[in-house]
């Protein structure tokens, strides 16, 4: 056996099928023992590009041992191999202790919880790949408000033309690294279905002279059910309702 076949089922251990891992190293048990080789098999996939003695083992050993000791001894499960895979191919690229790896770590817990199970969608991980570090501060920012974050749209008639600028914008951009994408950012967040923007009241016409040169939309920002659902999972649920 080699040295990374040892590896992959010592971090099985770890994992939350103790029993069943013992019963997946005998080719004559299954049922439980079943799930534990998928459990294998998905850590397999998940480090079979990965240059262990380079990674380090420990780095993976102490991600799984946090993910699994947030999790009550009696709500203990399996994680489904289409999270645990993903999960620990992915932290391979992203630092060590950043918020990124973070939601990560989070996501593996929620996937070893028997209450919280439903919300690990095998999409998460994928989503949390494409996010920045800032992105990841704006949705724990709108997750944490204890009201909907304002936006007020001002847009400009010019001939057949509406010219769009944002005039007023709630969401915080304090604690960014790129203050200056923060448009880009949310822009993104709404095509990756986490966020939503809902109508808070009628446009406003702005008049000039006896005519309409323009108008303001008042817009508030909320997540949508699969954001809210991304968010749970990744240990930030949202205070206000979808």
């Known amino acids: 056996m080699s040295a990374d076949d040892e590896f992959v089922k010592e971090i099985a251990k770890q994992l939350p099928v103790k029993a069943a891992y013992k019963d997946a190293i005998r080719p004559a048990a299954r049922q439980t023992g079943e799930l534990a080789e998928d459990i294998i098999k998905a850590l397999r996939l998940a480090l079979f590009p990965i240059q262990l003695a380079a990674v ?3 780095r993976f050993r102490r991600f799984i041992s946090d993910a699994v000791e947030r999790v009550p001894a009696d709500k203990r499960i399996s994680p489904p191999p289409q999270i645990v895979g993903p999960v620990l191919e992915a932290i391979r690229y ?3 202790g ?5 939601m990560f770590s989070e996501l593996l817990s929620t996937s070893m919880h028997s209450d919280r199970i ?3 969608h095998p999409a998460i991980p994928l989503v949390i790949r494409q996010l920045s570090g800032d992105e990841a501060h704006i949705l724990r920012a709108i997750a944490s408000a204890p009201k909907y974050f304002e936006l007020v749209l001002r ?3 010019r001939g057949s033309l509406a010219i769009s600028s944002v005039e007023k914008n709630e969401i915080p951009v304090e604690g960014l690294v790129f203050p200056q994408n923060a448009e880009m950012y949310r822009d993104r967040l709404e095509r990756l279905g986490l966020i939503r923007y809902d109508t808070l009241k009628p446009t406003q016409a702005i ?3 006896g005519q309409q040169t323009g108008g303001r939309n008042f817009i508030i920002v909320k997540f949508t059910e699969f954001g809210a659902t991304f968010m749970r999972a990744c240990g930030t649920p949202p205070v206000l309702p979808v």
Do not use: M, R
């Not at 950043?98 to 973070?102: Q, V």
């Open 207 to 209: 008049v000039e002279g």
């Open 118 to 120: 439903k919300d690990a």
């Open 98 to 102: 950043s918020s990124i790896e973070a």
């Open 155 to 157: 847009f400009e008639l």
């Open 56 to 58: 380090g083992h420990d």
């Open 94 to 96: 992203e630092s060590e």
